[in-house]
């Protein structure tokens, strides 16, 4: 009778083994999928970071105050000359 009890209680402790073993390859592949998803997003991340650092430095020029300043203000160069269209009759 002792025998066939420690025999159940080792194979019900195979069985809680393999069912663990079963949940955490789950987890495994879950991480996996998460840890590549991650990736991408770090990699788009820093490509916007770089985009974001080009568009920094280029906002620090004169080009980008010349262009917003005849953008937005309607300012023009000094040596520039201004035509404006007429009325149509």
Sequence with gaps: MALIGITMV???????????????????????VKEQNLEKTKAQEEARAAELEEY???VQ??????KVAKEKLGLVNEDEILFKAGESR
């Design 10 to 32: 080792v194979m019900s402790l195979g069985v809680v083994t393999h069912v663990g073993t079963a949940s955490l390859r789950e987890k495994e592949q879950e991480y996996a």
């Design 61 to 66: 020029t004169k080009q980008y105050v010349e």
């Design 56 to 58: 920094r430095i280029y």
